[in-house]
């Protein structure tokens, strides 16, 4: 068992209890120890691990991009102990090990227990995992009637749609440049063919 108190952050304060043989660290709203996604910036989305291995808990770095910092050192993994302080990146939120009893790992279901601050809801967190516009539309129309008739799409067309990747923000971009240049040169057209 480990317990966490957080010393540093929007959360400072509270305290977290694990049974469990991996706590994953992080601003995703599905870590164990979440961080809040608007306020504790240098922590990453998935910054860290805490592992039971061979009866001992060891703090691994997940490929964070600010660092996971032990006791003011720079680490990628390392075995913690009692009173050690953990940074989540230079100057940002901070965990202080407030006990740990080390044992042989288990399968056993995680368990946790928390006080202090109350864990986000991952519903309202704007870094939860992407929703497709047609669940989020389906969701609208079942909570409530200002849609009308519309209908939302099957099941299968949600999860179909769900698989398909995202472009990315360039990618995006160069579309819309497109577009623009597109729409100048047919106006150019036009505009040539009319005088």
């Not at 809040?36 to 910054?47: F, I, K, M, Q, T």
């Not at 996971?68 to 230079?90: C, M, P, S, V």
Request: overall charge positive.
């Amino acid at each position: 068992m480990i317990r966490l108190c957080q010393t540093k952050g929007a959360d400072a304060g509270r305290e977290l209890e694990f049974k469990q043989d991996l706590i994953r660290i992080g601003r995703m709203p599905d870590s164990d120890v979440n961080f809040d996604p608007e306020v504790d910036l240098d922590a990453s989305g998935r910054h860290a691990e805490i592992r039971n291995e061979d009866g001992r808990y060891l703090l691994i770095d997940t490929g964070s991009r600010n660092g996971t910092w032990l006791n003011g050192q720079r680490i990628k993994h390392a075995a913690l102990g009692d009173g050690d302080e953990i940074e989540f990146g230079r100057g940002g939120p901070k965990i202080l090990i407030a006990s740990v009893r080390n044992r042989p790992s288990s399968r056993e279901p995680t368990g946790r227990i928390t006080s202090g601050v109350t864990r986000r809801d991952p519903k309202f967190d704007p870094l939860a995992m992407p929703v497709t516009t047609a669940t989020r539309l389906e969701d609208l129309v079942s909570r409530s009637g200002a849609l009308g008739s519309l209908k939302s799409p099957p099941a299968s067309e949600a999860r179909a749609s769900s698989r398909r990747p995202r472009p990315s923000r360039n990618s995006t971009l160069l579309w819309g440049a497109a577009g623009v240049l597109l729409v100048a040169a047919i106006a150019l057209i036009v505009t040539t063919a009319l005088q």
